[in-house]
């Protein structure tokens, strides 16, 4: 019989662990044990603050809906999507567009456009976003998926206007196809920066850290083809006063984005336009490749 105590604990857990059959796994609990206890120790956690801990991640679950993942503004709050995002860029075989958070309200299944249409069902103000989708010398990638969402010009998504709404419509989405050379180009509207959801026990914590709590303007973009890495991005607009406190860190210099009132290359004249090419990485030999993951698919299979 050993004595357990705060530091022969770890090792304790270490060892019962040691029969995991798969690597993987076996290294990441592995880790994550050896972290956990040593952040333990190093607040000197006391047992009332571990249970106000509990109570927090259970409310955080409790939260979670198939449209309203709170695990995953958790995770965004806390730089760690921008961290797991980071890693993954390190990781491509070569030069490509720079991750930026999936986020919340991303959703499958967006409706299926032509080049030019816009995606917005009532716009104001239209500017039509162009480029072009090319691989890591330049080339064009033909046919690429180009999926697109974003909120409204007051800084709502479809599923925010629909809380409530058992099946909610969907707006502000589309899903394109870029033509043989990679080409995409689809009108939209400028959207409004926004608070992240406030409402539940994130909310609670971003004011308890006295933080703002906002995401500067922003487009969401998920990219693929097959054989390449798929590409989950967003494109900040310039100028928006939270680009540098982004309350989830998303926003990276290379991708933030003017919009130009007289680009004589634009498709559509008569209206602002962005331009943007998205690169991509082939994708590595090992892994799905596939970054963008519903949230409404988590709840609903409870993996
Ligand atoms: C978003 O981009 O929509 C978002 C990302 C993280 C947290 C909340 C919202
Ligand atoms: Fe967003």
């Known amino acids: 019989m050993r004595a357990i105590d705060h530091n022969t604990i770890t090792d304790a857990a270490l060892e019962q662990m040691s029969s995991t059959p798969d690597p993987r796994l076996k290294q990441i609990m592995e880790s994550l ?58 990781r491509a075989v070569e030069a490509s567009t720079k991750s930026s958070l999936l986020g919340p309200f991303y959703r499958e299944g967006s409706p299926e456009m032509k080049l030019g249409d816009c995606i917005v069902q009532s716009p104001r103000q239209q500017v039509v976003i162009y480029g072009q989708v090319t691989d890591a010398d330049g080339k064009g990638v033909p046919n690429a998926s180009v999926e697109i969402w974003q909120t409204d010009e007051d800084g709502a998504y479809d599923l925010q206007k629909q809380d409530g709404v058992e099946i909610p419509s969907m707006d502000m989405r589309g ?61 900040y607009t310039a100028g928006d006063d939270h680009l540098e406190s982004d309350t989830v860190f998303g926003v990276t210099d290379s991708l933030v984005i003017q919009v130009n009132k007289d680009d004589p290359n634009a498709p559509i004249k008569g209206m602002p336009s962005i331009h943007y090419d998205f690169q991509l990485a082939h994708a ?20």
Request: net charge neutral; hydrophobic share 40%; proline share 6%.
């Open 33 to 90: 044990v050896k972290h956990l206890h040593e952040f333990a120790r190093e607040v000197d956690l006391t047992p009332d603050e571990w249970i106000q801990g509990i109570g927090f991640l259970t409310a955080v679950g409790q939260k979670c809906t198939p449209f309203r993942q709170e695990f995953i503004l958790l995770s965004d709050t806390l730089g760690f999507s921008a961290l797991i995002n980071a890693l993954h860029d390190k």
């Open 175 to 235: 899903h394109f196809h870029a033509d043989a050379e990679g080409k995409y180009y689809l009108r939209t509207v400028i959207p409004l920066g926004y608070m992240i959801p406030m409402d539940g026990p994130v909310g609670d914590m971003i004011r308890a850290q006295k933080r703002h709590g906002y995401r500067p303007s922003h487009i969401h973009f998920m990219i693929g083809a097959p054989g390449y890495r798929e590409l989950a991005t967003a494109l």
């Open 284 to 303: 590595a030999k090992l892994g799905s490749g596939r970054v963008g993951a519903d949230p409404s698919q988590i709840t609903k299979t409870g993996a």
